[in-house]
C-alpha cells in the first residue's frame, strides 16, 4: 500500500486555511471567540501555517461539558482556533481516509449518514432471518492511542504530518493510553477508521452475507443463526486482539423481531421509533414550544430546531403517533 505524502504543504496552503476557517464558522460567527479570531485573521492563519509547516502545533484547548441525549457523555470542545487546525486537516486528509473505507461503513461520510445507514439495514432485514448487532464497549473512551498511531503511519509518511495527529491524539486521555475527545472532527475520523480494519476482517475473511457499521454499532446478517454466533465470536476476539476493544453482550435474532439500531426499530416491511426515541422526541418538542412561546424564540429559530426532529420521525412509521402527540401538547397550551 502506498503512503501518502507530499501533505503538509497543502494543509499549510493559505487558502485551504482560509477555507478551513469559514468551515469552522458555520453557524457560530457571532461567537465571542470567533469574532476574536476573525478581528486578525490574517496574522492568526499565518501563524497555524507556521506551526503546521513545523510540525509542531498547540493542541488541548478543551472546554468540557456534559450531555445526555442519548446518553451521558462527555463533549470536550476544542478552541476555534483548533477547530480551524482540524477543518485543514480534514480538508486535505478526507479522501485518504475515505479510500480505506468500505461500502457499507456509515457515518461522517458524505452519502452515507444515518438514513443512508437505515436504509441499508433495512434492506438486509428484508432478506435475511437473523441478524446479530455488536457494539463496542465505551469505544471513544476506550480508542487505544498506540494502535491509532501505528493505523496511521501505515496512511501518511510525513514526519511533520503524524507529529501533528500524534499531538492531537495525546492532548486526550479517557484512562492512560486512551480515548480520543467527543465533540472533535478529527476524532470522528479517527474513530471511523479505526474500525475500518474490523469491517474489512468481517468482509473479507469471515465472508459475511451482510454487514454494516455506523460508528461503532456493527450488525451482521444472515440465514444461519450458527453462523452469525461463528462470525460474532471470531469478530470479538480480533477486535479485542488487533484493536484492544472490548465488546458488548451480543444481540442475537430473527429480523421479524426487529432490529433496534440508530433509534429506530426495523422490521422486514415497516419501522417504528424505539421507546427512547419516542421519549426524547416528546421532551426536545415541549422544550422547542416552551421556548417559542415563552423564551423569545422566533419562528426562524423554532423552525431550526424543529424540522431535523420531524425529519426524524418521518423515516418511520410515526405520523399518527407524532400527530397525537402534538394534539395533545395544543390541548395542554404547548407543555407537555
Given amino acids: ?15 485551504n486555511l482560509r477555507l478551513a476557517f469559514w468551515k469552522a464558522q458555520r453557524a457560530k460567527a457571532i461567537h465571542t ?14 501563524a497555524l501555517r507556521n506551526e503546521i509547516l513545523c510540525g509542531e502545533v498547540h493542541v488541548g484547548d478543551y472546554r468540557y461539558f456534559t450531555i445526555s441525549d442519548p446518553k451521558e457523555r462527555l463533549i470536550c470542545a476544542s478552541s476555534f482556533r483548533e477547530r480551524v487546525l482540524h477543518h485543514a486537516l480534514m480538508n486535505v486528509c478526507h479522501d485518504n481516509f475515505e479510500r480505506y473505507q468500505v461500502d457499507d461503513s456509515y457515518a461522517c461520510r458524505l452519502g452515507r449518514g444515518t438514513y ?6 433495512q434492506k438486509f432485514q428484508r432478506a435475511y432471518r437473523w441478524f446479530l448487532k ?11 492511542h498506540s494502535v491509532l498511531k501505528r493505523q496511521l503511519e501505515r ?12 499531538d492531537i491524539i495525546d492532548s ?6 486512551c480515548g480520543v475527545p467527543i465533540g472533535n472532527l478529527t476524532s470522528q475520523y479517527f474513530a471511523n477508521h479505526y474500525l475500518a480494519l474490523a469491517d474489512r476482517y468481517a468482509q473479507e475473511q469471515l465472508r459475511i452475507p451482510a454487514y454494516a457499521r455506523y460508528m461503532d454499532d456493527m450488525v451482521l446478517w444472515s440465514n444461519s443463526k450458527a453462523q452469525l454466533l461463528t462470525a460474532g465470536r471470531a469478530l470479538e476476539q480480533f477486535i479485542g486482539q488487533a484493536l484492544q476493544l472490548s465488546l458488548k453482550e451480543f444481540c442475537l435474532n430473527g429480523t421479524d423481531r426487529g432490529l433496534p439500531f440508530l433509534g429506530y426499530l426495523l422490521y422486514p416491511h415497516k419501522t417504528h421509533l424505539t421507546k427512547g426515541s419516542r421519549q ?16 423569545g424564540w422566533t419562528q426562524h429559530e423554532y423552525q431550526l430546531h424543529v424540522l431535523p426532529l420531524l425529519a426524524f420521525t418521518n423515516h418511520a412509521h410515526a405520523k399518527k403517533w407524532r400527530s397525537g402527540l402534538i394534539e395533545k401538547m395544543n390541548n395542554k397550551g404547548g407543555d407537555f
Avoid at 443512508?116 to 439495514?121: D, G, K, N, V
Fill in 134 to 144: 455488536l457494539d463496542v464497549r465505551r469505544y471513544f473512551y476506550s480508542i487505544s
Fill in 155 to 166: 496512511r501518511f509518511k510525513e514526519w511533520r504530518l503524524l507529529n501533528i495527529f500524534g
Fill in 33 to 46: 471567540e470567533v469574532m476574536a479570531f476573525r478581528s486578525g485573521l490574517d496574522a492568526r492563519l499565518a
Fill in 116 to 121: 443512508a445507514a437505515i436504509e441499508r439495514a
Fill in 172 to 177: 486526550y486521555a479517557a484512562s492512560p493510553g
Fill in 280 to 295: 426524547r422526541f416528546a421532551a426536545k418538542l415541549a422544550t422547542y414550544t416552551h421556548n417559542l412561546s415563552r423564551n
Fill in 1 to 15: 500500500m502506498k503512503r501518502e505524502s507530499c501533505l503538509v504543504e497543502r494543509i499549510a496552503d493559505p487558502d
